[in-house]
């Protein structure tokens, strides 16, 4: 199995005939990986629908809708250039070398992927075929990055730097991948289309594909990224880029997303446009924990499934029937505290979540509740249309104080103070909560100070400062 460079061109001989395996990069535009399979003389474009892995998405009926819709946004794209995607079903190693064998290919085309899961698939494929990995799904190639000791970065700040440093050093790490070749492109061998037949109920979905992601991008840089340091923090208001479910699938990439965020910081440097600097800046950032989550846990692959903190694994969290019925009603979105509510009624409808929203469920969830950070993180990773296991682990151990770049565990949002602060005027909580519609802004977030107490909506399901005590003594428990 070998892995090219940032722009691969690496390999010691070009393919006559190649595989081109989308996975997690689903378009056309900037593809490291199509620009690579495109250089042979005939590339077959195709998807392998594992059905190990679709049965352990079974229950994520969301996600798998959403990439199901942008495997079809691809395979029409593809149809635009004379070509279309090839879905192969099995084993992802047996149905490789099957086609390979059908259509003469001596070789397979990947896009790495530093998941745990998928490093171990692809490991089994090259042992069944001639697999090339290509750096895209990332500004810098994991595992370049070093500190002065040569280690891993476990600290964000640092780690920032230095992929600062990296791309003024090398431009093209951030820059767009060369033009492939349509004219390379061979035509579908089996039906196209998706994994889901085309009947049935579907969630409801943000417009699939590369050009809806373009289109969002253009939006948001357009309107709300001057805005973006000030306003993100508002549920209320739409003032995010909403790019994210789109960099999961990889309709578009971290590079295009870079890329604008530089060229605003620019622009906003022409103009002496401070509002516009700071919210780019901000939007930056933001993106530059997308790379450090990524980098951390290929280097720590255990943090799948562990604390980067080992002591605290040991930590007494609320399980047994107690547990679940606290898990139950905090799915559910009914723990009497709205705000919390509110964010999880906006999951469970959308697939999506303010990202304020989930630093305050995901907090309620462990500081409030004491329930184990991976039950949180085995919810969203079935809720959300943009879960990944870089983002969606490195996330929850944040908010948990158990992981690298840790906040303390005695950082304890209070949900309600929350709410006042970021949804002022409880619109966020209207839209999603509609047993509390009625309610003024001065109890909409405390419903139980109101003078008519909605009766189908829940007491608190937990006193706030008492929670807090009772966390406050779990994790001195183990970290002295």
Known sequence: MALS???????????????????????????????VATRAERAWPVFVADPDLLGANSSATGRVAWFDANLRALDDRLREHGSGLTILRGRPEEALRRFAESVDADSVIAAADEDPRAIERDTHVAAAVDLTLVNDQRIVPPDVLR????????????????????VAADPDAATASADFDPGRLAPPTEVGGGLLPDAGDR?????????????????????????????????????????????????????????????????????????????????????????????????????????????????????????????????????????????????????????????????????????????????????????????NNGN??????????????????????????????????????????DLPADVVHEPWRAADTPGDYPPPIVDHAEARERTLARYRAVSG
């Open 5 to 35: 460079g940032p722009v691969p061109g690496s390999m010691t001989a070009t393919p006559r005939r190649t595989i081109a395996w989308f996975r997690r990069d689903l378009r056309l535009a900037d593809n490291r990986m199509l620009e």
């Open 147 to 166: 500190t002065a000791a040569g280690q891993p970065y476990t600290v964000y700040t640092p780690f920032r730097r230095a992929l600062d440093a990296w």
């Open 396 to 437: 929850w151990q944040w908010i948990a104080g158990v992981g690298t770049d840790a906040a303390p565990y005695f950082r304890i949002f209070n949900a309600t103070l929350q709410g006042r602060k970021f949804d002022p005027a409880g619109a966020y909580v209207r839209r999603w909560i509609p047993e509390l519609a």
């Open 203 to 391: 969630p409801e979905l943000p417009p699939p594909g590369e050009l809806a992601a373009n289109d969002r991008l253009r939006t948001f840089l357009r309107s709300d990224i001057s805005g973006y340091r000030d306003e993100r923090d508002r549920p209320d208001l739409d003032a995010t880029s909403r790019l994210s479910p789109y960099l999961r699938v990889g309709a578009i990439g971290i590079r295009a997303c870079w890329r604008a965020a530089l060229n605003a910081r620019q622009r906003a440097t022409e103009r002496d446009d401070v509002v516009l600097a700071r919210g780019s800046a901000t939007w930056q950032g933001e993106l530059g924990w997308r790379e450090f989550f990524a980098h951390v846990l290929l280097a720590h692959p255990r943090l799948a499934t562990e604390s980067f903190r080992t002591d605290y694994d040991t930590i007494a969290w609320v399980d047994g029937p107690d547990g679940d019925d606290l898990y139950d009603a905090w799915r559910a979105g009914r723990t009497g505290y709205p705000f919390v509510d509110a964010g999880m009624r906006q999951l469970a409808a959308t697939g999506w979540m303010h990202n304020r929203a989930r630093l305050v469920t995901a907090s309620f969830l462990v500081k409030d509740l004491g329930l184990d950070w991976r039950r949180g993180e085995s919810a969203f990773a079935e809720l959300l249309l943009d879960a990944d296991v870089q983002q």
